[in-house]
Every structure is written in structure tokens, then in C-alpha cells.
């Protein structure tokens, strides 16, 4: 399950507040999803056809009551084998544990599937900090080592997130995107980053989070032939 958690980190920049118990987390009321510009009804067939995906920000430490955030929307497009998606990795989401329309407000949208039994009828807890914190470390001791693990934490998929955008070079952006940008999609407290996002579409939006996740394939990619 960590797959969906840290594909909805890097490509958002979730804190672990946003997402952990104790904490205004995402929900699955949260996730709107789109076919050809209209909105779907979330039920797991409509799911399974979308061909975008809208996250709507929660409350957050730098903007504890949702001012600043809460109307931008997050946008990502449905691009099949795309390198870490957030689109992809919450529609599995979706199809693997499907929530009624009518239960999706408050019901979490991260937890622990090993202790969550779908059938007893009951709502998941949202995922403690100690678990995520747990489980973010053995997969980096898995993927990186150990040596290197002890220098990540979960705040290093937001530096990953900053990162990749100021290395996403194409004709429009010879320079990577703009701090501003990177502001933007790290929902940093900044006016400028507002004002921007109110003049970018939906379509620049999703555009920006691929060139990011292209930028991420490409260092992979290097690295394995270097």
C-alpha cells in the first residue's frame, strides 16, 4: 500500500499531517474524477474510465484554515505507466478498497490495509505518524540502504516535488519552472504562488506535475547506466 502514499506525496507534497491521524487529513471526498471534462459519479466503474483526477488541499501548517489553499484545485491526468502518478496510484486506490459516494466525507483516504478488514462494515482509521514514519523508513532501506535511508524523512518527498520542477526543461520553461511554480505546487505561503495559480488552467497544471515526474524518469534512468 505504501506505493499510494508516496506516489500521492511526490506529486502533491502532502505533509504527514495532511494525511496522518490527529491531523484535518485528505479524505476521499477529497478526489474528484473527471471524463472528458465532466465529472463522474466516484463509483468504481466510473473510476475505472476517468481520465483525470482533481485533489481538493486540506488544511495544512502553513495554512491551518484552509484560506489561502483551499480553493486551488490539483489536477493530474490519467497517463498510463506514468512514472510515480498520483492519478494511476488513486484510482488502484479506488478499486481496491471502493467507498460508497455517500460514506466518501471523513472517510480516510491513507491507513493501515494490513489491520483494516473491509468486510466488518466499519470505517478505517486514518494512518498514526508512527506507522507512516515506520514504513517510510524500511522502504527506503530497501530502495536506497541503509546509510542513505538515515537521511531521508517524509519531508524529502517534498523536497523531491521542488526538485523535479526545477529540473523539468522543455521549450516553454529552458530553465525549469519558476520558484513560483514550485511554491505553488508545494502550497507554500506565498502571494505570489496565489496569484499564479489563479491564472494557470487545469490542463497547465497536469502538464507541470508530468514534466516533473518525466524529469524524475530521466535521473532514474541516467543513474541505472552510469
Avoid at 134 to 145: E, K, Q, Y
Avoid at 175 to 190: I, M, N, P, T, Y
Wanted: charged share 25%; net charge positive.
Amino acid at each position: 500500500m505504501m506505493l499510494w502514499e508516496t506516489a500521492f506525496a511526490r506529486c502533491i507534497g502532502a505533509r504527514k499531517a495532511e494525511i496522518c491521524a490527529g491531523g484535518k487529513y485528505f479524505s476521499r471526498r477529497s478526489l474528484r474524477w473527471f471524463l472528458k471534462g465532466k465529472e463522474l459519479r466516484p463509483t468504481p466503474e466510473n473510476i475505472a474510465r476517468a481520465d483525470r483526477l482533481q485533489i481538493t488541499p486540506v488544511a495544512s501548517k502553513s495554512d491551518p484554515f484552509n484560506m489561502n489553499w483551499g480553493g486551488c484545485i490539483m489536477t493530474f491526468d490519467l497517463i498510463e505507466g506514468e512514472h510515480m502518478s498520483v492519478a494511476l496510484a488513486m484510482r488502484a486506490l479506488e478499486l481496491a478498497y471502493p467507498v460508497p459516494p455517500s460514506e466518501r466525507d471523513g472517510y480516510p483516504l491513507f491507513f493501515d490495509a494490513d489491520a483494516f478488514d473491509p468486510t466488518a462494515g466499519s470505517r478505517p482509521e486514518p494512518t498514526t505518524s508512527a506507522w507512516l514514519t515506520s514504513r517510510f523508513a524500511s522502504l527506503m532501506r530497501t530502495g536506497i540502504g541503509v546509510d542513505a535511508a538515515a537521511s531521508r524523512s517524509w519531508h524529502s518527498w517534498r523536497v523531491t516535488l521542488a526538485c523535479a520542477l526545477r529540473a523539468a526543461v522543455d521549450s516553454d520553461h529552458p530553465d525549469g519552472r519558476s520558484l513560483d511554480v514550485v511554491k505553488l505546487f508545494g502550497r507554500w505561503r506565498s502571494d505570489a504562488a496565489v496569484k499564479l495559480y489563479a491564472r494557470l488552467t487545469p490542463d497547465a497544471y497536469a502538464k507541470h506535475v508530468s514534466a516533473s515526474l518525466r524529469a524524475d524518469a530521466a535521473h532514474l534512468t541516467a543513474v541505472s547506466y552510469t
